[in-house]
């Protein structure tokens, strides 16, 4: 395992389909994250697992939006009913910390998911 | 809230030159700061992490620096080479209550190495 794995690489969706997202993150990782990034911006924070349990949610996850992360190992992102703008690219990223380890928690993105709703 | 700026939005550069990317963050209670490269269409790959403890740290032809006093960062490529050519993002991680967890990005500095 040397990286996060993002699948598909490329969506291309017509408006008002529901996609799914697939991120399998670094095996020793505790932690997962959902960004999105649009054209010329950075990436945007949308949400976050520890383990199984999802601690935070952006405002910008509005209720067409669903993350899972059953077991505390691969997670999915959903989007019901897409939008035009919800063409973006998605990204998953990893880290890990165990507490008193030292250990440094950096971030590892994937390649993403680029969303193109026609 | 967090912001962060990154200057200039884009740099072109002759190859062989030394250059600086800058960072700037409004909130200094902040965790590590990262330096990503994004080539186009691609995902993001870390540069390097700085805690909020330590002033620099370096990788290879990569030096970055940080002032969390002043709310600074930069970015330091020495003899710039073509493969350089990417966007460059700097990333701050708050330091402790809600949203912790969260990376708060910068728009990034396009930048070209020309041959």
């Known amino acids: 395992d040397t990286g996060v794995s993002q699948d598909p690489r490329h969506k291309i969706t017509k408006r008002g389909q529901n996609v799914t997202f697939r991120c399998d993150p670094i095996s020793e990782h505790n932690r997962l994250y959902w960004y999105r990034q649009t054209l010329g911006q950075g990436p945007e924070f949308l949400t976050y697992?520890?383990?199984?349990?999802?601690?935070?949610k952006s405002r910008l996850l509005s209720d067409r939006f669903s993350a899972e992360r059953p077991k505390g190992s691969f997670s999915t992102l959903e989007i019901q009913r897409t939008e035009q703008g919800d063409s973006a690219m998605y990204l998953c990223?990893?880290?890990?910390?165990?507490?008193?380890?030292?250990?440094?928690?950096?971030?590892?993105f994937g390649s993403g998911t680029r969303l193109t709703v026609v | 809230k967090q912001e962060v700026t990154q200057i200039p939005a884009a740099l072109s550069v002759p190859e062989g030159e030394n250059l600086v990317l800058n960072c700037s963050f409004t909130?200094?209670?902040?965790?590590?700061l990262q330096w990503f490269r994004q080539d186009p269409g691609k995902g993001l790959t870390s540069l390097l992490l700085?805690?909020?403890?330590?002033r620099e740290q370096t990788s290879g032809r990569l030096n970055a620096s940080l002032d969390k006093s002043s709310g600074r960062s930069t970015l330091y490529i020495a003899a710039s080479q073509p493969g350089d050519s990417a966007t460059y993002l700097c990333?701050?991680?708050?330091?402790?209550?809600?949203?912790?967890?969260?990376?708060?990005f910068g728009k990034g500095t396009k930048l070209s190495v020309i041959p």
């Open positions: 990223a990893s880290s890990f910390r165990k507490l008193g380890s030292g250990a440094v928690d950096g971030y590892t």
């Open positions: 700085i805690q909020s403890s330590q």
């Open positions: 697992f520890q383990n199984e349990a999802q601690l935070e």
């Open positions: 909130d200094s209670a902040i965790y590590n």
């Open positions: 990333a701050v991680r708050r330091s402790s209550g809600a949203g912790s967890y969260q990376l708060t």
